[in-house]
Nanobody, 115 residues
Framework: QVQLVESGGGLVQPGGSLRLSCAASGSFFRFYAMGWYRQAPGKQRELVAVISSAGSTNYADSVKGRFTVSRDNAKTTVFLQMNSLKPEDTAVYYC?????????WGQGTQVTVSS
């Protein structure tokens, strides 16, 4: 089982930025497809961004142009750079790893966008 640990969440004003990190265990990180999801209170968990093992990316329409997902295979870490944050981005953000034979979720990190 791959272990995932997120960090970088917090409270930020509208228009501000945050960078989330997700550190993964295991020796085969470079083969994993990695993703960021979020869940706001009373809502279902939704996809935010994904990055394949080859580095191709895909984003939810609501975050395109504002969020950027990237990965550092040497550090077995995936990042989510979030700019121009809006109150509707407030949610718990979860990291996800898909390694073919299974998948793992992180524990989540809270992001609150409020003035």
């Amino acid at each position: 089982q791959v272990q995932l640990v997120e960090s970088g969440g917090g409270l930020v004003q509208p228009g501000g930025s945050l960078r989330l990190s997700c550190a993964a265990s295991g020796s085969f990180f470079r083969f994993y497809a990695m993703g960021w999801y979020r869940q706001a209170p009373g809502k279902q968990r939704e996809l935010v961004a994904v990055i394949s093992s080859a580095g191709s990316t895909n984003y939810a329409d609501s975050v395109k142009g504002r969020f950027t997902v990237s990965r550092d295979n040497a550090k077995t870490t995936v990042f989510l750079q979030m700019n121009s944050l809006k109150p509707e981005d407030t949610a718990v953000y979860y990291c996800h790893a898909d390694y073919g034979l299974g998948s793992s979720w992180g524990q989540g990190t809270q992001v609150t966008v409020s003035s």
